[in-house]
């Protein structure tokens, strides 16, 4: 078990349907399998991070498949890059997607035993991963203070979601992998110009990581083509862009269609020996 106490920072021991420290610090595991690591205190909301409604579009967009080519080739570089993989983190894995096919390609090709942990601060996103994927290990908890002991891990991904530099150096291992991605210039700019009257692309710039060497860096672009009304409508409302769009452009988008740039940027670093 990795897991450490968000309070204290001890070991967390599994006890039947619960994990707990030496201090006593008790974590109970909800019906669905996840265990809720962010302490009240610590929250700066009551329930921070994707709303239910952001969660259950992105979860329906996700499943069609428009980003399968990204989770392919986030799996296919994991594979190049590393061996040996036993325990693997997903931060920010809202409600599982690419933790799934992640764990299962890995698994597949390695033939070996394999443990996930997917962390995301929205707990709704985690109650949807752990009840559909159970052979994953989740939990609610923030990227900043991740509770995990120190060198927990061989591979780590993190598709869009934030973190502390500090805590990617303590949880992963010496030689370990971390891929990001991160969104590459034109992505999404079709839909951007509909906005913005001076819409800007995204930096092209590296993400070095103090603590990482930089290995190796990834491009991924393709076209976006929706035409179903309730495709736009997943596809609007997982984003920000659906606050910063009118009624009567969403309806014109829902009517016209939708196609726009994807552009992802990959990026495989190597935590320093």
């Known amino acids: 078990m990795s897991y450490i106490c968000p309070i204290c920072n001890a070991p967390l021991v ?27 205190q610590k929250k700066k909301t009551k329930d921070p991070g994707d709303n239910k409604e952001m969660m ?22 994991a594979l190049e890059y590393t061996t040996d993989v036993n325990k693997i983190l997903d931060i920010g894995c809202g409600e599982g997607y690419y933790s799934h ?44 203070e991740m509770p995990f002991a120190d060198d927990s891990f061989d591979l780590a991904i993190r598709i869009y979601a934030p973190s502390k530099i500090e805590e990617l150096q303590r949880v992963i291992k010496p030689g370990g992998i971390l891929i990001t991605v991160s969104p590459g210039p034109m992505h999404h700019y079709a839909l ?30 393709y076209s976006l083509s929706l035409t179903r009304t309730e495709d736009i409508d997943h596809f609007l409302n997982m984003t920000p862009y659906a606050w910063k769009l009118s009624d009567s452009q969403k309806s014109q988008i829902i009517e016209q269609g939708l196609e726009c740039e994807i552009d992802f940027k990959i990026e495989i670093h190597q935590r320093e020996q």
């Open 101 to 144: 096919r992640l764990f299962e390609t890995l698994q597949s090709a390695t033939q070996s035993d394999i443990e996930l942990f997917g962390l995301d601060i929205s707990k709704f996103a985690i109650r949807y991963a752990a009840k559909r994927y159970s052979t994953m290990n989740f939990c609610v908890a923030s990227a900043f």
């Open 14 to 40: 599994q006890n039947q349907k619960s994990l707990q420290c030496e201090q006593r610090h008790q974590f109970d595991f909800a019906k669905e399998g996840y265990v809720n690591l962010l302490p009240v």
């Open 56 to 77: 259950f579009a992105r979860r329906e967009f996700l499943n069609q498949g428009f980003y399968q080519p990204l989770s392919d080739k986030v799996n296919q570089l």
């Open 192 to 221: 951007k110009k509909k906005i913005y009257s001076e819409p800007k692309l995204h930096s092209e710039e590296s993400i070095v990581l103090a603590g990482f060497t930089y290995l190796a860096h990834e491009e991924l672009g």
